[in-house]
């Protein structure tokens, strides 16, 4: 029996999905406990690109347990868009259930994140306006609707006049913006329950179940730590909680039943949205290293931010998750660049050096990365196939960040393909 969890240990976009996928493989059980659409996870199997928000990487594998947790915002529009495509290519979803407490992204939700992020200004927050936040929201303000009300029409109906008609209030006399059509908007969505009502099941019975019966189960995170709502840079994150302790709230499950927790990251960093990055690159290395990483979002398609491999942070994941294991992908971006720097600890304003990232962005601001330079390398690596194949530069730059993050790393990704992860 072994119960993984992948966890994002940058902003996210560390290319968790393939990581996710290559143990989904052999795993009997994959559970998605937080966020909602906002989330991408980009596959890549057997020439075949599989780019998932909500539905578990383990939909690929036809003979595993897909479960999507409490803790996740479900939008259900693209929920079903997700079922279709992943139809229509073959990719059969029978396998796969949704946990009857996870709350309904509504439209009322992705309205209000739109008007409140133009109402913020120049001191917008920067979400995907996906509706993510608004949903959490209602659900800890208990007023949201949840699946099981969605696959209960009559339920569902009472319940979204009421909110609705709240919701348009806000939108239309504190927003100034165009109310909801409640009624067709409940047509629609409770076409939307009758596909999902298939699905829903107890997630907490059956991964509980799983592990009583000594299944393999994965853990996929959303996210990352520094997006968390209490640990990430606070207000730039997301409203749930990408951390490994997340998981056990958002599928309803104790901390013994994990075994191993495994955190991702690039060999560079990354970011998209607004919030403080202290080793981003607003020059040509940077945009050398954003054009041949492909950095562009999942979900939003929008340029990434790019800096240098921030070690401050990754010692900040390293505690907050407890991880037991590394994965650091994309080294083959860094071909050809030259000399590497990575960030070892902040400069502070008022002239203090520290090691420790700060608990807040005030904490943060002003605070300039002090540097360690470590030989780069030209070489194509992307066709090695074992550890040992890599010139000993990338070695060096693998093992250095082993000692500086204190964590070891266990696999290293040399391409898109989960085949060009070399496991150590």
Avoid at 76 to 90: I, M, N, Y
Avoid at 156 to 182: C, H, M, P, S
Avoid at 316 to 321: E, F, I, K, Q, T
Avoid at 359 to 365: A, F, I, K, Q, S
Wanted: hydrophobic share 35%; charged share 25%.
């Amino acid at each position: 029996m072994a119960a993984n969890i992948v966890i994002g240990t940058q902003w996210g976009d560390e290319g968790k999905g393939k990581i996710i996928d290559i143990l989904a493989s052999r795993a009997e059980v994959v559970v998605r406990s937080q966020g909602g659409n906002n989330a991408g996870h980009t596959v890549v199997s057997n020439g075949e690109t599989y780019k998932l928000h909500l539905i578990p990487s383990g939909i690929l594998y036809p003979n595993t347990l897909c479960l999507i947790g409490a803790g996740v915002v479900l939008d259900p529009k693209d929920f079903v868009s997700e079922l279709d495509g992943l139809h229509a290519r073959g990719i059969k979803t029978d396998n796969l259930k949704i946990d009857p407490r996870a709350h309904v992204v509504m439209p009322w939700h992705i309205t209000l994140d739109g008007l409140s992020e133009k109402f913020r200004g120049n001191s917008d927050i920067g979400t995907t306006k996906r509706g993510i936040g608004p949903t959490y929201m209602d659900k800890y303000e208990r007023c949201g609707l949840r699946i099981y009300d969605l696959v209960h029409p009559e339920i569902f109906a009472e319940k979204a006049r009421t909110t609705g008609a709240l919701k348009n209030k806000i939108i239309t006399e504190v927003y100034g913006g165009e109310a909801i059509d409640i009624e067709q908007m409940i047509a629609e969505y409770t076409e939307y329950g009758k596909i999902l009502a298939p699905y829903v099941d107890d997630v907490s019975v059956l991964t509980f179940e799983a592990d009583q019966a000594g299944k393999t189960i994965l853990f996929e995170g959303a996210q990352a730590t520094l997006l968390d709502i209490d640990f990430g840079t606070y207000p730039y994150v997301t409203s749930s909680h990408p951390l490994s302790a997340g998981v056990c709230v958002g599928s309803g499950v104790g901390p013994k039943m994990i075994s191993n927790i495994i955190g991702v990251a690039k060999a560079y960093t990354t970011r998209v949205g607004k919030g403080p990055f202290p080793t981003e690159l607003d020059d040509e290395i940077g945009d050398r290293i954003r054009n041949v990483g492909g950095e562009f979002g999942t979900t939003t398609g929008r340029p990434r931010r790019t800096g240098w491999f921030d070690a401050v942070i990754i010692r900040h994941s390293v505690r907050v998750n407890g991880l037991d294991g590394l994965a650091i992908n994309k080294l083959d971006t860094l071909s050809g660049i030259g000399t590497l720097k990575v960030c070892v600890a902040y400069h502070t304003p008022d002239g203090r050096q520290i090691k420790d990232f700060p608990p807040t962005l005030e904490g943060l601001d002003g605070c300039t990365p002090v540097y360690e330079e470590l030989p780069g390398f030209d070489e194509d690596i992307s066709g090695c196939k074992e550890y040992s194949e890599l010139p000993a530069a990338c070695k060096a730059y693998i093992e250095r960040l082993e000692e500086l993050v204190g964590c070891k790393i266990v696999m290293v990704g040399v391409g898109p393909d989960r085949s060009q992860i070399l496991e150590r």
